[in-house]
Structure formats: structure tokens, C-alpha cells
């Protein structure tokens, strides 16, 4: 078999155990740091892992979860001696999954697999990158963001929220993001497309990398299209394995339908049907 | 600790572990693995999605709903089609390093015998399965459902190929244990059962069909006990191996089927949990045979 070169570092063939070292509330969020003994320490940042807890992952309510849970890390720390990385989670509290994995304490046994999935890649010379997260979706653009700044490539980073508690996920990056609040209490009030409009407007010689709810990638997509502004969203979907096998977290495209899984998650607003 | 050979129908397998078709891409897992999956392969035969004459784009999303010890799954069989198959991925599964068997599925006697006709034709695939028990596409149900059905498909086709064929039955029918019968009857090598039952899922949201087909096909281990005592009664009928398949998570699991009456047995949903699965499976297996062995050894003393 032959390998094609994609923005990705691979992972290994099976799902291990991580141990949680840390659960920090981070206003309605929580950020869980793994520390992964054998995965690759050096992810792309828009990779995702599947997560599930090492224990008692299932006999919740309705007897879930079963399925493992698919998120982007949202930092890597690689440990000294080159084998092993220490990976941190954002994640919201919605159902039995997040639910459960919310409950983890340090010491607790957190199952992973991955790296996983197409990341994002530096934009041309002649164009500025510039990121756009909403919500959850916030947490693959901080390693990004990382990324990019230590290429001396500063982004520009605009953020949109619901409140002020989903805001303060904007404390994580390493500059000063700006940030819109859906209720007004932090920032300014309305939806993150609104500056995102207005920095392009701007200067358009930009490439946008996105990553939200499917409303605010639409609007970030439909904003980006008028403008003549490239975008690459990274896209969330339910999935139950995360390495292309099960078919199920399909988007369409221009080619017919993708698997977010292996073939983005990361993916050109332009071939998104 | 490695199972012990086996035979499937005539083709000899370095292990008692397949997959269920449609629940592992090897190439797609290639991608996200690399060699590191061809160095530590999670099962003894490969068996490919299954394939249609013509490509199919499978069905509209949500495909997936998680259920309690499970999933619904409406995929709708999404493939290449069998030229494109043939041209493309072929190539790449006969470089894997166990032996290939190649699934299909045909919307009438004519597309059945042009794609086991196509696929039998090629050297790298060791063996057939005829899908005759998708739930997921309207026309799947009703070969697999009727035991007359069955026969006349297997007659028909038996000819064209000296692979071995394996009718993946369907757990829908009144009396799968007659189908099989019927298949065996008719000259299939093998059975492989079951197929995913039969579901559907609400969300509570919308209060309509969480589904983007309505309803799907149900998985995992809730429906091992189901899958069980089908797997029994086909054993009681036919002499032709079975793979049994339904919510194998473990060694314990697998062993359950064998002791059910199937030869060998295939992993599926788990493998969704974990890619590795079916070496885990299998070591644990071999474990508890091995230790099978030394009580009876020790029983003879």
C-alpha cells in the first residue's frame, strides 16, 4: 500500500491508555490534560483523538456512552526523551460522553486513539492567516495558534461565544483574541462573522481557518466566498471509529460525500458542497 | 499469545478472526496508521465492504445514533461500484497480509452473477461473500428473507466461481436456519450471520427518526444474545462452517460462538472502539483455549 502526503502525523494502530493528570473548569468548559506514554508528540494541529474513559464508560443514562468520543486536542506538550506527549482536551459538558469524561480526576485512566484526520497547513507567503473559532470549536485553533506564532506567523484571532462563561476559554490563547459575545457580556455584542466581515473587508489577502457550530461555519464560508478569501473550516461530525472505517460522519462535497474522519476533518470551504 | 491456524472453506487462515464486511477500511486505516497496521493486521482474513455493480453514494447523514451497548447505522452501502473496485482497490487490499475475501451484493440474479463472475475471476481474492441481508437498502431484505430465494440466487451463481462463496445471511428472516439450509443446499461454502438487526432511534429533540434513512441496522453487544442463539440454530441444520458474528467484544465472546456451533468468527462494532480489537480478541481467545487444553490434560492424568 502507498501513502499519499497529507497534513497528518499518523497514529498508532490501537487504542491505549492515557492518564489524566488534570480536570480544570475553565468557566463552562473543562480542560482535561492527558498524558499520553507512547502516541507521537507531534500532532498537526486540526488532528483529533477519539476519547472514552478507561473506566466505567457506559451504564450511564440510557446505558451510554458506548462509542468513543472524537475531539480536537487543543494543546501537545511534548515529554523530555522523545516518546510520549502530555495532550490537552477542551470539552463541553452535553450529554453522557462529555458527561462522563467531565467527571475524570487525576490518575483516572483515559482511553485515546490517535492523531487522527487531515490538520490544517500554513497559508501562503502572501497571505496572513487568520482564525475563527466559535464555542468548543475554539480548541484546535490554540495549538494553531501556538504554531503559527512561533513560525513567526502571528494570526489574527477572532472568537465568538455564547456568554461570558463560554468566553473565558479566550484566557487560553497566547495573545489577545478578539472576542464576541452572544449575550453582550464579554466583548462585543453579536456573532464572530461580524468582525470576521470587516478584518477582511480590510485586508481580503488573508486565509481564514475556521472552526465552530455548523451555523457559524456557514456563515464564515458564505462571508469568505463573497470576498474572494480563501477558508479552511475544520468540521465536527458524530463518529464511531475515527479511522475511516465505519462511514458515518460523511459531509457533502463537491465529489460526493467525504468522511470528516479521514478525509478532514480539516477541509477547503471550496470543495464543501 | 497467537490462536491456532485454521481452514475456511479450503483456505487456510493463521487465525480464527475475520472482520464483518463494512466495518474496517483497511486502505482508509492505511491512511491514519501507515505500515504500522500491515505490521500488527487485526485480523486473519480481510473481508472489503461490500460492493455493487454500479457506485453507490450510500445514504444521506445523520448515518450513526448511539444505542444502549450499541449503534444504529443507516450507511447504505457507499462504494466504488465493481470496475472502479476492481481498477483501484484491489490492488491495494491484495497487498494486505492475510487472504482477501471479497463482498458483494446484487439488486438481481443478473448483477449478482456479473459481480461473482468479475470477482472470481481474480487471483488475490481468496474468497466470496454474497450479501444478501443489508437491511439498509429496501431490495437487501428480500433475497436473504425466503429460503427459495436464497437457493435460486446460489444456483445460480455456484457456476461462475470456484472460490469459495459464504451467504452472509439476514437475522430478519422468519427462519434463518431454513436459509441457510436452503444456501447449503444449493452449494455455498459457507454461512456468515448475522447481519445488524433491524432498529430505529428518535431524537427527542425533533421527536422524528434521528436517522437520515429513517432506520438502520443495530450493532454491538446488543445483540450478542440474538446473535447467539441464531448462530445455534444454523449449526443445528447445516454441515458447512459458519462465521459468527454479533457484539463480539472479547475472547469470552468469540469462544461463546465457537462453542454455538461457529468455526470462525468476525468482529465488527468493537472494532470501531478500538482498531486493535481483533488481536485482542484473538489473544484472549487463544488464551482461554490454551488454558481449555491444559484442564483437559490435566483431567486425562
Redesign the interface.
Known amino acids: 500500500m502507498t501513502l499519499t502526503a497529507e497534513a497528518r502525523t499518523l497514529a498508532p494502530p490501537e487504542r491505549r491508555i492515557a492518564e489524566v493528570r488534570s480536570v480544570e473548569r475553565i468557566g463552562a468548559y473543562d480542560l482535561i490534560t492527558a498524558r499520553d506514554p507512547i502516541g507521537p508528540p507531534d500532532p498537526r494541529p486540526g488532528q483529533f483523538y477519539m476519547l472514552a474513559a478507561g473506566e466505567r464508560w457506559g451504564g450511564g443514562a440510557g446505558e451510554r456512552p458506548y462509542l468513543p468520543r472524537a475531539f480536537s486536542y487543543a494543546r501537545a506538550r511534548p515529554l523530555a526523551g522523545g516518546q510520549g506527549v502530555d495532550l490537552q482536551f477542551l470539552l463541553e459538558e452535553v450529554g453522557p460522553g462529555t458527561c462522563r469524561l467531565g467527571e475524570l480526576v487525576a490518575g483516572d485512566p483515559l482511553a485515546l486513539l490517535g492523531p487522527l484526520g487531515i490538520g490544517f497547513e500554513s497559508p501562503p507567503a502572501d497571505r496572513r492567516p487568520l482564525l475563527v473559532g466559535g464555542g468548543i470549536g475554539v480548541a484546535p485553533l490554540l495549538c494553531w495558534d501556538d504554531e503559527l506564532r512561533a513560525g513567526a506567523r502571528e494570526p489574527g484571532v477572532l472568537l465568538g461565544f455564547r456568554s461570558a462563561g463560554h468566553a473565558r476559554a479566550a484566557d487560553l490563547f497566547a495573545g489577545s483574541p478578539d472576542v464576541s459575545t452572544d449575550d453582550g457580556s464579554v466583548g462585543r455584542a453579536g456573532v464572530v462573522t461580524e468582525p470576521l466581515r470587516a478584518d477582511l473587508e480590510r485586508d481580503p489577502l488573508a486565509v481564514v481557518h475556521a472552526c465552530g457550530p455548523e451555523g457559524m461555519l456557514d456563515a464564515v464560508r458564505s462571508v469568505c466566498g463573497e470576498l474572494g478569501v480563501p477558508a479552511r473550516l475544520a468540521l465536527e461530525a458524530g463518529m464511531a471509529c475515527g479511522y475511516g472505517a465505519c462511514f458515518g460522519c460523511v459531509v457533502p462535497t463537491v465529489d460526493g460525500y467525504a468522511r470528516v474522519c479521514v478525509d478532514g476533518p480539516v477541509f477547503d470551504a471550496a470543495v464543501l458542497a | 499469545m497467537r490462536p491456532e491456524p485454521v481452514e475456511l472453506c479450503g483456505v487456510p487462515l493463521r487465525g480464527p478472526i475475520l472482520n464483518g464486511s463494512?466495518?474496517?477500511?483497511a486502505?482508509?486505516?492505511?491512511?491514519?496508521?501507515?505500515?504500522?497496521?500491515?505490521e500488527?493486521f487485526?485480523f486473519d482474513c480481510f473481508v472489503s465492504k461490500t460492493i455493487t455493480v454500479a457506485p453507490r453514494?450510500?445514504n444521506p447523514?445523520?448515518?450513526?445514533w448511539?444505542?444502549?451497548?450499541?449503534?444504529i447505522?443507516s450507511?447504505g452501502l457507499?462504494n466504488k461500484g465493481l470496475e472502479r473496485f476492481l481498477e483501484l482497490d484491489l490492488p491495494?487490499l491484495a497487498?494486505l497480509p492475510v487472504p482477501l475475501c471479497v463482498s458483494v451484493m446484487g439488486f438481481s440474479h443478473d448483477e449478482l452473477a456479473t459481480l461473482v463472475g468479475a470477482v472470481g475471476a481474480v487471483e488475490d481474492i481468496g474468497l466470496v461473500e454474497i450479501n444478501v441481508s443489508c437491511p439498509n437498502v429496501e431490495t437487501g431484505t428480500i433475497v436473504g428473507a425466503d429460503p427459495g430465494e436464497t437457493e435460486a440466487a446460489v444456483r445460480r451463481l455456484r457456476p461462475l466461481t470456484e472460490k469459495p462463496l459464504i451467504v452472509k445471511l439476514t437475522p430478519s428472516a422468519t427462519d434463518p436456519a431454513a436459509v441457510a439450509a436452503a444456501a447449503e443446499a444449493a452449494g455455498a461454502d459457507a454461512v456468515a450471520l448475522i447481519n445488524t438487526l433491524k432498529g430505529m432511534a428518535i431524537d427527542p429533540r425533533t421527536r422524528q427518526p434521528s436517522l437520515g434513512n429513517r432506520t438502520g441496522g443495530l450493532s454491538?453487544p446488543a445483540v450478542r444474545a440474538v446473535a447467539l442463539e441464531q448462530v445455534a440454530a444454523v449449526a443445528a441444520r447445516v454441515d458447512i462452517p459458519i462465521v459468527g458474528m454479533g457484539g463480539i467484544a472479547s475472547g469470552r465472546d468469540a469462544d461463546d460462538f465457537l462453542a454455538a456451533g461457529a468455526s470462525v468468527v468476525a468482529v465488527g462494532?468493537e472494532?470501531?472502539?478500538?482498531?486493535?480489537a481483533g488481536?485482542r480478541i484473538a489473544a484472549e481467545l487463544a488464551a482461554i483455549r490454551a488454558a481449555m487444553r491444559d484442564a483437559s490434560a490435566g483431567a486425562a492424568l
Open positions: 463494512g466495518t474496517f477500511d486502505i482508509a486505516a492505511h491512511r491514519a496508521f501507515g505500515d504500522a497496521l500491515l500488527s487485526p453514494d450510500g447523514p445523520p448515518r450513526l448511539e444505542a444502549p451497548a450499541g449503534m447505522n450507511i457507499p491495494q497487498t454491538g462494532t472494532s470501531f472502539r478500538d482498531p486493535a488481536r
